[in-house]
């Protein structure tokens, strides 16, 4: 079995396996010839541009998994919530949710195999074409709400939490609305062809654990159940590592870690009985090569020779990186976790 999957079943390696969040995206020079022809929305949805951007980043890099190129904004379309990605800003929500009648308005599910079919058929095809696992993946339903109420990125979350307290009713026929589509939406991808689902729930850190449990955890709970023991499945938030234990709670069988705890004490707080995906400042990509090798070999000594360790930053790559520096960090750590386990 390949290592990657080894590691996510908590199985020993000959070394540690790495892969990058955003491992394709605009810090590589073939990703923007490709997006100087189309629009990124044109690329997601153009399934043989999806499986070229995705293959291209393993064969350049060299890391142990791919992820299929797509976004978590993707389903918000199905669901009827309509939004495009301007040029040089971020996602923008056409008409951002803020009312009981635009809640009623989204749709109950969605056709994965029909609405996202061009997810599908990338997936199918790129795993034609690789010889590394595929990872499948969907936005969890806080960070799809948070985009989807506030209309786009935000930095507190009011208008989301305003909703949240001033209207629980509402907030969980939201959450449950969402949930269902992603579980529909991540089992399909399951179906097409991926080796394991990660949920990003990138904006996760913004609340407190009481609020997490409350307002959050059962909908997660309820995507993770209804995915099962189908793939491995990594649960990823950031910002807030007092939530690790609810968010595991809620389910995965791998816990991304953020980079700014430290990789032992997230271990010993999650414990042995899941995998861990981390846990490197993505910044370090930015430093001098031997600052950011001195770090991810830290990072593997922190690990220790417990198996069930999958490298990865603690968020996604920059557009600053270089695939250079990218190269340098996956050698790195191939080469060091190996020389420690025969040592
Ligand atoms: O290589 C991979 O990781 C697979 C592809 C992938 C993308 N987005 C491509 C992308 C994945 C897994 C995502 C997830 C995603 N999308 C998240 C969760 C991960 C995270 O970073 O927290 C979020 C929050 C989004 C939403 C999103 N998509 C934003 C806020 C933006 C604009 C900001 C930016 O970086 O430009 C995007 C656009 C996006 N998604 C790009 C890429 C490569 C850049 C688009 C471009 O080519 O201009």
Redesign the pocket.
């Known amino acids: 079995m390949p290592a990657f999957l080894d590691a996510c079943h908590r199985r020993p390696t000959d070394f540690t396996p790495i892969w990058?969040?955003?491992?394709?995206?605009?810090y590589q020079p073939s990703?923007r010839a490709i997006?100087d022809k189309v629009s990124?929305l044109d690329?997601c949805k153009t399934p043989e541009l999806a499986c070229q951007v995705?293959v291209d980043?393993v064969e350049q890099l060299g890391v142990d998994a791919a992820?299929?190129?797509?976004?978590?904004?993707l389903i918000l379309e199905p669901l009827g919530i309509g939004f495009e990605?301007a040029k040089n800003h971020?996602?923008k929500i056409h008409e951002p949710i803020r009312t009981a009648a635009q809640v009623d308005a989204v749709a109950e599910t969605v056709d994965a195999e029909g609405e996202l079919g061009y997810v599908m058929e990338a997936i199918r095809l790129a795993r034609g074409a690789l010889d590394v696992p595929l990872i499948g993946?969907a936005?969890a339903p806080f960070?799809l709400a948070s985009?989807a109420i506030e209309g786009g990125?935000s930095k507190n979350y009011y208008e989301t939490k305003k909703i949240m307290y001033g209207d629980e009713g509402l907030w969980h026929a939201l959450m449950g609305k969402l949930s269902r589509a992603l579980a529909a939406y991540l089992n399909a991808q399951v179906d097409a062809g991926a080796q394991c689902l990660?949920l990003?729930d990138?904006?996760i850190g913004c609340l407190s654990p009481e609020d997490y449990v409350r307002y959050v955890q059962p909908h997660v709970k309820s995507i993770f159940d209804a995915v099962g023991d189908r793939v491995p499945t990594t649960h990823f938030g950031?910002g807030n590592t007092e939530l690790y234990p609810h968010m595991k709670a809620a389910g995965g069988s791998m816990i991304g870690v953020d980079w700014r705890v430290p990789f032992d004490v997230a271990r010993a707080r999650l414990g042995d009985d899941v995998a861990h995906m981390g846990n490197l400042e993505p910044a370090m990509l930015l430093a001098p090569h031997d600052v950011m090798k001195a770090r991810a070999t830290r990072i593997l000594e922190q690990a220790g020779p417990a198996p069930g360790h999958v490298f990865n930053l603690g968020?996604?790559i920059m557009?600053q990186t270089t695939v250079d520096q990218v190269k340098a960090l996956v050698d790195h750590v191939h080469e060091t976790s190996e020389r420690m386990r025969t040592t």
Do not use: E, K, N, V
């Open positions: 990058l969040m955003r491992q394709a995206g605009r990703y997006r990124f690329l995705t980043a992820i299929i190129f797509a976004d978590i904004l990605f971020g996602p993946f936005g960070t985009y990125g990660q990003f990138s904006w950031t968020h996604g557009p």
